[in-house]
């Protein structure tokens, strides 16, 4: 995948976990990347230290700014400044059982946050492209297989933003004519997931398992089911949908469900570990309201877009489970000895 032309991107949520990926393959293509980083306390740069480049050098290609979504006078500035060919929206207060704790917040960020974005675009007059994160949250306890016609029946504070922001791109899209599209995207993961996000809980606690440092890891509902592909897939599928010749929004996902049981039943198993001695469920992780069944149906993604998963479930799992055994200085081989020693804490 190569672009003739060099291209400039604004990327927010640049420190995230898509964020990573998603600069590392416009990097790749050439892209000059402005990214939108929240100034914090400590350093949170920690997922794209390694592309980072010192201001100071000559042809740098990736740029951080300060900034936040709930700021709209900088995101005006910094569109004015950069004149992006692309945005790539993926800011957001992205944990669904947090938002039940700070709705507001939530909405103004994951919500009002993309309608500060396209009125910046709006009042810059800058020419660009939008491309929204939105989410297979939206479709909430509507059935699975869920597609681009499914309805959309949000159940948290967080889906509902999501909402929110997606009429909105629809919204700007057909009242000013602006290349604006939503990826309503299924859960996606990667060894960079954040640590509080089931898969990579449960990866984690894998290694943590090994290494000695825990006993059990405690978990919420197990009957959930989702529909989990690699992060590093799907940011390739945002970048596919504005290099369209018209603006649509995809549904984007592999079209496999498992539970939270089958991610033990992998993740355990990579290292040779019947799961069920080490999960223990704690009621403080189930939410007021869930999401019990996400599947995709991604044929539109697959026949228009071009777009098909690489990774399979069970080789996204290793690749995470191995990260993080790695970061104990643990090889999966050494693991899997240490395995037969591991002790099970009595019940
Ligand atoms: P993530 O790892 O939680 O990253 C979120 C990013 O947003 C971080 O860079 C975070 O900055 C930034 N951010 C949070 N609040 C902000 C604010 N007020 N102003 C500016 N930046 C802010 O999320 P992700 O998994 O990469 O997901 C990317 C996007 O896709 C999110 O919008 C998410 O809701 C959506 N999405 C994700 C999935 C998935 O399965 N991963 C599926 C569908 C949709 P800090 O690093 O400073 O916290
Ligand atoms: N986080 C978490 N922690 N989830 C648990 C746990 C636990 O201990 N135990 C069970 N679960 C269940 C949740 O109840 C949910 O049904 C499922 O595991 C997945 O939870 P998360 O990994 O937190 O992801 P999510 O599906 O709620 O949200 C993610 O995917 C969305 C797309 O569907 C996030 O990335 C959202 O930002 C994204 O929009």
Not at 195 to 211: E, G, L, M, S
Request: net charge negative; charged share 25%; proline share 5%.
């Amino acid at each position: 995948m190569t672009t003739d032309v060099p291209k400039t991107a604004i990327v927010t949520g640049i420190t995230g976990q898509d964020g990573s990926y998603l600069a590392e393959l416009l990097l790749d293509q050439g892209y000059e990347v402005h990214g939108l980083i929240r100034r914090a306390s400590s350093f949170n740069t920690e997922r794209i230290d390694h592309l980072y480049q010192d201001p100071h050098e000559r042809d740098v290609k990736l740029t951080l700014h300060y900034g936040d979504l709930t700021d709209a006078s900088q995101m005006a500035r910094l569109i004015r400044q950069v004149a992006p060919d692309e945005i790539y929206n993926l800011a957001a207060q992205s944990h669904v059982a947090v938002s039940f704790d700070q709705p507001e917040y939530t909405g103004n960020v994951t919500g009002i946050g993309v309608v500060r974005l396209l009125e910046a675009i709006r009042e810059t007059g800058v020419e660009t492209r939008l491309y929204q994160a939105g989410t297979s949250e939206l479709f909430g306890d509507s059935p699975p297989p869920q597609g681009p016609t499914t309805a959309f029946r949000p159940r948290s504070p967080y889906a509902a933003a999501k909402l929110y922001a997606h009429w909105v791109v629809d919204n700007y899209r057909e009242g000013y004519g602006m290349f604006a599209v939503n990826g309503i995207l299924f859960n996606h993961e990667s060894p960079r997931r954040g640590p509080t996000f089931v898969t990579r809980k449960v990866t984690r606690a894998v290694a943590r398992i090994i290494a000695g440092l825990e006993q059990v890891v405690y978990l919420g509902n197990l009957d959930a089911e989702r529909d989990w592909g690699h992060a590093r897939d799907y940011v390739r599928a945002m970048w596919m949908m504005l290099q369209r010749d018209e603006p649509r929004d995809f549904v984007i996902g592999t079209g496999e469900a498992h539970t939270i049981r089958d991610l033990c039943r992998v993740a355990f198993g990579r290292v040779g570990l019947e799961w069920e001695p080490f999960v223990r469920v704690d009621p403080r992780y189930f939410r007021p309201v869930e999401v019990e069944r996400l599947r995709a149906d991604p044929s539109a993604a697959n026949d228009e877009l071009g777009w098909r998963p690489q990774t399979t479930f069970e080789e996204l799992i290793a690749e995470m489970v191995d990260a993080d055994l790695a970061d104990h200085g643990l090889t999966i081989d050494q693991a899997r000895e240490r395995a037969a020693t591991v002790t099970v804490a009595a019940q």
